[in-house]
């Protein structure tokens, strides 16, 4: 998630480190002290924070992972 017209002064990132079944496991950029331990889990499916609008990955080795 990146800045906001309202306030393009604030930049957080995010990335997505793992996933379950049920939710996306993710590394904030603001550090260790917030939520769990730098990381918080949100829900799969419901574009929490808007999290699907700005998504990039990556291949890596020609292998396609599939869909997450």
């Known amino acids: 998630v990146g800045p906001t017209d309202a306030d393009a002064s604030y ?6 480190v793992g996933y ?4 996306f496991i993710v590394k904030n950029s603001l550090g260790t ?3 769990e331990s730098g990381y918080m889990r949100l829900a799969r499916g419901s574009n929490v ?5 700005f998504v ?3 291949k890596l080795g020609g292998i396609d992972q599939g869909p997450i």
């Open 56 to 58: 990039y990955a990556v």
């Open 33 to 35: 002290g917030w939520g």
């Open 20 to 23: 379950t079944d049920t939710e």
């Open 49 to 53: 924070f808007g999290i699907a609008n």
């Open 11 to 16: 930049v957080q990132w995010v990335v997505v």
